[in-house]
């Protein structure tokens, strides 16, 4: 069992405070969700996880099995197990999907291991298969030319082949139709075991019924302000989050309305629009 623990997390972006002092602690084999209205700071606190250059550590800290993830750089992050699925997925000319994952699995093996193709080629027919992906993925290039869903199935298919210990999952429902979010949501909570767990953020509830949730957190004004069982995703997805201000003495904050969950703090920081 791995543990991945944030305490007191405070994070900037170009000299504006967003997360405030962020307390989280979890395990593989457990899956955590992370709820809160728009601009609260979801987006960056699994950025900063990651190490995006953007975001500031002002204070705290980010562990991994006791570890310093913040004086690690964003590719030990990776051989270390952390992946972020990003919610805006880029686009990589010229590199095709196979030699993109394949490169990646390189990259995290040990220095006498040895890199079986037959083994890649089969794990890699079986996923795509699995996420009901086009028979001519492994030639296409990154997300290039693909549709939203797409490039969101393709953030898990990535998933799927590196095996991380931890998963952040960043709005990987945007974009699914129905059946695709029932096959995406399926591919994540069939990898829930011993040595995997994940931190998923969501838009939408509908995404939740197909995953084995253990823990749920409400972030809101740059700090956890409550975390439950999944009664809280219900409660929010019928109420909104003013009862949260209200139940914790919380200044008003901009709400979305009930039945939709979170963004990301830092467009609004930079300046971005939402899609």
């Known amino acids: 069992m791995s543990k991945l623990e944030i305490i007191d997390l405070h994070v900037s972006v170009d000299g504006k405070e967003i997360l405030k002092g962020v307390n989280l602690e979890m395990n593989t084999g457990e899956f955590h969700v992370l709820m809160g209205p728009n601009g609260t700071g979801k987006s960056t606190l699994v950025s900063t996880i990651m190490g995006h250059y953007k975001y500031e550590v002002t204070k705290g800290q980010i562990l991994l099995d006791g570890k310093d993830v913040l004086k690690m750089s964003v590719d030990e992050r990776s051989r270390k197990g952390i992946f972020l699925a990003m919610q805006y997925p880029s686009e990589i000319e010229g590199v095709t999907n196979a030699d993109f994952i394949k490169a990646a699995l390189h990259a995290r093996m040990a220095e006498n291991e040895k890199f079986s193709l037959i083994k890649y080629i089969k794990s890699f027919e079986q996923a795509t298969s699995q996420l009901k992906m086009r028979a001519d993925l492994p030639q296409r290039y990154v997300n290039v030319g693909f549709s939203g869903g797409e490039k969101k199935r393709n953030e898990i298919l990535q998933m799927k ?41 969501t ?73």
Request: aromatic share 6%; glycine share 8%; proline share 2%.
């Open 203 to 275: 838009h939408y509830e509908r995404l939740l019924d197909y995953l084995d949730v253990d823990k749920v957190h409400i972030l809101m004004q740059g700090k956890i302000i409550t975390s439950g069982g999944k009664e809280l995703i219900a409660k929010i997805d019928q109420e909104g989050y003013d009862w949260v201000k209200d139940e914790f003495d919380l200044e008003d904050e901009q709400s979305r309305p009930s039945g939709i969950i979170g963004t990301c703090a830092v467009k609004e920081s930079l300046g971005e629009k939402n899609d």
């Open 161 to 201: 082949m590196l095996k991380p210990k931890f998963a952040l999952l960043d709005e990987i429902d945007s974009g699914l139709d129905v059946d695709a979010l029932r096959v995406v949501g399926e591919n994540v909570n069939d990898m829930k075991a011993s040595d995997f767990g994940a931190l998923i953020i």
